[in-house]
């Protein structure tokens, strides 16, 4: 439970190369879903589109349909396909993801995840690492209808934790959401897993290249600072 005053503070994590990091499966899915649709992929969609939700990057980045219904179709196949992959390879979280939700869960500092990743696929991976429990809860691309970089997925979040957006902490790796977490108002921690921690430097108030490298304790400083 969030506690009054100066103290209080709430986390909201992306998943995707914050979490985990499943950017190589995410391609292979866009792979496998041209060629059953005998589609062409541009060389650096998934640079561009990363972060983003299916229904942006389908009509306006791969340009395959601007049909809403067929749009759908496409974004449920290509998550079917990733979960595929997933169960064929298997996942880890990132080094220090453990230990850093076990020490929020030990300070009582609440947290949600708030992330453009299909519900199914979160609850499909929570289940797959044992981290039932550890999540407050979640937001996800279905329940926006703005994707990142606008912040409504943060600000759901926050709203989850009934922390105000201003005492918020966003682990992001992606441009999109680093983008999101400064237009929710919240503070923004950067995750060097996509990005190297020099090209984060000056676009993020801390950069990490592991989650536990902070305490809550830090937390806390960069929300009162």
Known sequence: MAINGAEEVAVLFDWDGVIIDSSR???????????????????DHFTVGFGKKNEWIIPNLLRWTEDLAEVKRLSLRKEALYREIIVERG???LPGVHVFLERLKAAGVPNCIGSSTHRENITTIL??????????GMVTSEDVSHGKPHPDVFLKAAAKTGVAPARCVVFEDAFAGIEAGHAGGMKVVGVATTHPV????????????????????????????
Do not use: C, I, Y
């Open 91 to 93: 996942l880890k979280a």
């Open 25 to 43: 499966q995410h391609e292979e899915s866009w792979e496998r879903l041209a060629v059953e649709e005998k589609q062409t992929l541009p060389a």
């Open 198 to 225: 020099d090209v984060l430097v000056g676009k993020v108030h801390r950069v990490v290249t592991q989650l536990d490298e902070l305490t809550v304790a830090n937390l806390r400083a960069l929300v009162s600072g």
């Open 127 to 136: 289940g797959v690492l044992g981290f039932e429990g550890l999540f407050g």
